[in-house]
């Protein structure tokens, strides 16, 4: 995280904006303390495309035995 007086901030504006956009926080300062913070918005996040992932799912093969089955079994064989 940078930190930049007032002064500069307003001299190297886009420079600043650059960072920020890159993931990068700045905090401005005002005789020498903190005043504001420049952060990177959040991007939205993709839909999740519903009838994509079940068709993958759909291509997967089904376990012969439930999860619970498979655990005791891990846990049993593997125990020491």
């Keep these: 995280m940078n930190a930049v007086s007032l002064a500069d901030a307003?001299?190297?504006?886009?420079?600043?904006?650059?960072a920020a956009e890159a993931g990068e926080s700045v905090v401005?300062?005002?005789h020498g303390k903190p005043a504001a913070r420049l952060v990177p918005i959040e991007k939205p996040k993709k839909p999740l495309d519903v009838a994509r992932l079940r068709a993958h799912q759909a291509t997967m093969p089904m376990q012969d035995e439930d999860g619970g089955e498979f655990m005791r079994r891990f846990r049993d064989e593997e125990r020491y």
């Design 10 to 18: 307003k001299a190297r504006l886009s420079a600043l904006v650059d």
């Design 28 to 30: 401005i300062l005002r």
